[in-house]
């Protein structure tokens, strides 16, 4: 029994195999109920202890409120800032940040990752600088950009599409690289003209690549957004965190991190089903591989 | 020898060097003659040239050497932890369930939100820091450590099996070499996230020496040749990080044999 219950990938055949193993009908009855408990519901226990530990905790002030406030608190918090429609508002600004900065990203990280990719020479001219550039991490650009922009939107902007535009541009660079050499010799026998080889060929095979990127970048996108908003700004989520943290009252600084996380979690979900819906001709590869 | 000068006089290489020199050049021109705002402009040579008085003050030294130190014991701390969980979750089915889902769910947060909080909990000084760093190191590793050990193939799996291999035995002899390319990746990947962090960290909690600073500092007092200055050794830094690993990792998987 030990070995069996590694967690490799094990099949349904297998379990009915260990349970042949096992003779003992008790046994076999504990493994059943075992392996029941491990079916979904585990998932909610260590949320529900933490939540209760945090409850007890705060009821019985063994923290102070101002450091750690009562679920109910942020709950409550949470509630009141919809009801307000505070929440909506500075939701709406940060998601408006992002929709423009990841949008100029993307357009520029998919010109830029295409015409390097179709062209040695731009690449030539261009791979140097942009390997450079992206070498420095967005937030290392975060000073300078506030030197010569100010703290206005155009800083949120241009420090959002710079954080998605290089994912961008490497994967759809190495999307155009890797499309495999036969299709276009195929192409060719077909005596394709440049523009089809480029709209029938080219172009599909590198869509995956693209999406990866696409993914990456808005995931990025996300991050700065919040970390230039608890830099430099006055509205947006990441301004309610800082402001909850100045008048300490971390109900609302909770809570705005929870919002945060829900909305990443709905942009990359929502970029993945728009993947899954373009990318429906397509036999299924995961290419999203490692990472966050 | 003659390999590495004829890519130096390559075509390819003096086109890459086009760019470059013209961006040289148009800045030198422009804060030259004054074309813009010189008081925020520094021109190359004042960048060069606070480059070589910080540098022989020594104090750029210590600035560069209190930053690295903070990255890499919040890269220690965040890596050792991730590597613990994520094999925990890959090996164990009962410890995926459990935490899987808290995980994927905290993982949601963009890693910046948490630091109003973290310095209310830690402080505002290094612990708070180095506590965030690691943080920020930690989601990669997991991720990546847990995916490889999973990824572990069937037939290695029955392998073991066949061999009444100890669930230890395994764990060292199979699942470990066969997820170490993917738990490096997490490793490189949190390296990269953690000298991400490292600059936020120096921007956003109680100012200590270190290159983010330096950066902020130079902001504050439009001190631009300051600023550029932190830009160019923010790139350096992180380039040579993703160097060293990708050196490191090369070494330990020289073992692979090579199909590509």
Not at chain 1, 153 to 179: C, D, Q, W
Not at chain 2, 7 to 14: A, E
């Amino acid at each position: 029994m030990a070995q069996v219950d590694l967690a490799y990938k094990i099949t349904a055949a297998d379990d009915a195999a260990a349970d042949d193993a096992v003779d003992s009908a008790p046994v076999r009855r504990l493994a059943f109920y075992y392996r029941r408990l491990l079916g979904r519901g585990v998932g909610w226990i260590v949320p529900a202890l933490t939540l209760t530990l945090w409850a007890v905790a705060s009821r019985h002030e063994w923290v102070a409120p101002q450091i750690l406030p009562a679920p109910a608190a942020v709950a409550q918090t949470l509630l009141e800032q919809i009801r307000s429609g505070d929440l909506f508002l500075n939701f709406g600004i940060s998601l408006g940040r992002v929709a423009v900065g990841f949008t100029l990203g993307c357009v520029l990280g998919v010109v830029l990752g295409v015409s390097m990719g179709l062209s040695r020479r731009v690449e030539d001219y261009l791979s140097p600088i942009f390997n450079a550039i992206s070498q420095v991490p967005v937030l290392g650009w975060l000073p300078l950009a506030m030197m010569v922009l100010g703290i206005g939107e155009s800083l949120k902007f241009v420090i959002i599409a710079h954080a998605s535009l290089v994912p961008v541009a490497i994967n759809t660079l190495k999307g155009i690289r890797s499309v495999p050499r036969n299709y276009i010799e195929v192409a060719k026998a077909f005596q394709f003209s440049k523009r089809q080889l480029l709209r029938k060929v080219v172009f599909p095979a590198t869509v995956p690549a693209i999406f990866v990127g696409l993914r990456y970048g808005l995931t990025q996108a996300w991050l700065s957004l919040v970390t230039v908003e608890l830099l430099a700004s006055s509205e947006g989520l990441g301004f309610m965190i800082v402001w909850g943290r100045q008048l300490f009252q971390l109900d609302l600084v909770l809570s705005a991190i929870i919002i945060v996380g829900v909305v990443g979690l709905l942009l990359d979900r929502g970029l993945a089903r728009l993947e899954r819906r373009l990318l429906r001709w397509q036999p299924v590869w995961d290419l999203t591989g490692g990472g966050t | 020898m003659s390999a590495i000068a004829a890519s130096f006089t390559s075509l390819r290489f003096r086109r890459g060097l086009v760019v470059p020199l013209l961006v040289l050049v148009a800045w030198e021109l422009i804060t030259h003659y004054k074309l813009a705002n010189v008081h925020l402009l520094a021109s190359p040579t004042a960048v060069l040239k606070s480059f070589a008085v910080q540098a022989k003050e020594g104090e750029l030294f210590s600035q560069l050497l209190a930053s690295l130190r903070r990255d890499l014991s919040g890269f220690a701390l965040g890596s050792l932890a991730g590597l613990l969980l994520g094999s925990a979750m890959g090996t164990s089915r009962v410890a995926d369930r459990l935490f899987g889902p808290s995980f994927d769910a905290a993982k949601q947060v963009a890693v910046f939100a948490w630091i109003p909080l973290i310095s209310v909990w830690f402080g505002n000084g290094e612990p708070a820091k180095v506590v965030f760093i690691g943080l920020a190191a930690f989601y990669p590793v997991v991720v990546n450590t847990y995916q490889g050990i999973r990824s572990v193939s069937r037939e290695h799996v029955e392998v073991t099996r066949a061999f009444r291999f100890s669930r230890l035995q395994t764990f060292r002899k199979v699942a470990l070499p066969a997820a170490l390319p993917a738990i490096f990746s997490g490793l490189h990947l949190a390296l990269i996230y953690a000298w991400l962090a490292t600059l936020g960290a120096e921007y956003l909690l109680a100012p200590a020496p270190g290159i983010g600073n330096l950066m902020i500092d130079g902001r504050e007092s439009m001190a631009m040749d300051k600023v550029l200055l932190g830009v160019i050794l923010a790139g350096l830094i992180g380039f040579s990080l993703n160097a060293a690993a990708a050196r490191v990792e090369a070494y330990f998987l020289r073992w692979r044999v090579r199909n590509a």
